[in-house]
């Protein structure tokens, strides 16, 4: 493909921008590895990081394995060569969903730690960079 030739959003890419923010596909893969690293460590550290957070290892397990959950959900629709709009309009709307409600829920039925009261506004403003980041990339690929 000569140098001047744009590529297609959805087509395969070069191996650099597989986690691409500017592709549907590479911006599902980030969001993949952040939400299930989240779920993850919820999971593996629910203690320790309960403690921490000021959460409590009940919740963190349950919420580990809900993230892991939904990440494998978006890694699913991440590996298709042309995820469905439909499906990612639905994975912006679960994400923006959790940036708004997290730190409504988090206030509400908990009382976190300092380093928990950081954490999840934190964590929600990364979530609601991916909705950011997946509506501008399917925007570039209707174009």
Do not use: C, H, K
């Not at 919420?63 to 439909?86: E, H, N």
């Amino acid at each position: 493909m000569p140098a001047n030739t744009a590529m297609p959003a959805n087509t395969a890419t070069p191996a650099g921008s597989v986690l691409s923010p500017w592709t549907v596909r590479g911006v599902l893969r980030l969001d993949v590895l952040a939400t299930g690293g989240n779920g993850l460590a919820y999971l593996a550290f629910a203690g320790p990081l309960g403690e921490v957070l000021g959460l409590g290892r009940t919740a963190l397990v349950g919420l580990g394995a809900v993230l892991t959950g939904y990440a494998l959900a978006v890694a699913a629709l991440a590996a298709r060569r042309r995820p469905p709009r439909p499906a990612v309009l639905a994975v912006v709307g679960l994400n923006s969903a959790w940036a708004v409600l997290s730190p409504a829920v988090a206030a509400v039925r908990t009382v976190p730690t300092t380093a928990g009261a950081v954490w999840i506004p934190l964590q929600a403003a990364v979530v609601a960079l991916f909705v950011v980041l997946q509506l501008n990339a399917l925007r570039r690929s209707a174009r």
